[in-house]
C-alpha cells in the first residue's frame, strides 16, 4: 500500500489540533487553582480530552505506514510509566463513575538563607483555617532575629488525585502533555516529515516546578502577605535603527564580537562582564540580572532585582527550578553589589551593614559541574552621592571560597561540594561572622 505524506500530515494535524486544546484546559486549570469547582471542572475536561489524543492518532492508522508496530512501541512504554497509567485510568473513572477524588493539601517552610530551611509534610488543607493561623503555629526556636529579618514563610497548596497522591494533579498532566507531544513527533520524524518547532514550544511547565502559581508568601516578621511572580516576554530581534542608536549610544564599545568567539564557560562570562563594564561607565547604572546557559549558550534572561534579602533568597530558589525546567548547565548572575574588606567587614557578614562599605559590579557564574568563580570591578563615582562614574577598577577574579548563592543550582544538579561549604562555614566561625543555621534540633 503506498501512503500519501499528504494524509499523515492530516493525521498529525488533528492529534496537534486536540492536544492544543488539551494545553488550553491545562491553561484554565491553572488559572482557577484556588477556586476548586473551576479547577475540578478544568482539570477533569483535561483529563477527558487527552486521551482523544490517541483516540485520533488511532482513527487515522490506515494512512500511518507501519502504524501498529510503531504504535505499540509508545503503548508499550506508556504502560509502565504510572503517570500514564494514571491518566488512562482517571479518564475512564470520570466517565463511567463519576468526579475524581481530589483533595488539596499544604505545607509550609521558612526560607531565610540559600540553604534548605524547617518544612513541614504535606498536610489536609483542613487542618489549618487560614494561612495566617499557619504564621502563628511556627515554632519559637525559629523566631530568631535573622529569620524574623530576613525570613519568608512560603505556604505552598497542592491537588493530588487519591490515586497518585506523590504527584501533583497538574504537573502529571503536563508530562501526559510532553509524551504525546514526543508521540507526535516521532511519527512525523520517522516518516522524514517536518515537525512543527511550535509543537515543542507549547508544553507547559511542570506545575512541581515553581511553587508561585499555587502558593502564599508570608514576611516572618508580621505574616503580611509578599511574595513575586515570574512573567515570560520575548526579546524582539534589534532593527537597523535600534542598531544605530546602540553604536551611537556605545560606540564600538557595544560590539559582541568577544562573545561570538568564547569557547570556554569562563571566556563567556568574561565576555559578559566586558560587556556590563561598558554599560555601567555610560549608564551610570547597571539592573541586576540571571543569565541561564545551555551549552555555552543563553537560552534565557531573567531581570533579579529584588527589594530585600529575603526575597533575594526566594528568587535564588525559583531562579535554580527554573534552570531546571530549561535544562539550564550554567547560570550567570550580574549586577551592582556592595562590598567590604578586611576589618570592614561586618559580623552579619553583608557588605551592605558595613560602615566604610565600597561598591562594585559583580559577576557571579556556575554550572553544573560544579566550577565556580566571581569577577568583580570596584566602581568609584564622582564624589559621594553622585551618580556619575569617574573609574571602574581592573577585573579581579576569584576562584576561592563557596558561593553560597548557587546552592539551589548546585542542589538542583547534584554537585554541591559540602566540605567546600563547611570550610567557608569555619572560615566565616574565624572571622566572627554570624551563620544562624535554621535547621538545628
Known sequence: MEYSPVRIRKAAKAAIDRLLQMRQLWEDAANSYFDPSRFMLALQNCITTSRTVTFILQSNKADIPNFETWYAGHVTRWAADPVMKWAKEARNSIEKQGDLKGHSQVRAEIIAGYLSGPETK???QL???SPQAIWRSVPRKFQIPHILENGTLLIERRWVDSNLPETEVLEALAHVY????STIQDLLAVNKLTVPPELDRTRPDPMGELAMNRAIYLSMADGSITGHRFFRKPVETPTEADKKKLAKRYGREHSWERLRSART???VAEAYFERARVLMR???IHYSFVFLLRDLRVIQIIRADHPSR???YVLMRDFARLAHIAKADAVIYLG?????HGDDVPASGFAVDAKNRGEAIMLTAANSKGEHFQLTSEITRQHPGSSKVRALGPVEVETEGFPFLFVPFFQMWGCLDEEAMMRSF???DEMGIQTPVLNEE
Open 336 to 340: 551592582e553589589t556592595w562590598t567590604a
Open 127 to 129: 487542618l489549618f483555617r
Open 426 to 428: 569555619d572560615q566565616m
Open 310 to 312: 529575603a526575597s533575594r
Open 282 to 284: 555610560r549608564d551610570r
Open 122 to 124: 504535606w498536610m489536609p
Open 265 to 267: 564557560f569562563r571566556e
Open 178 to 181: 510532553g509524551e504525546f507531544c
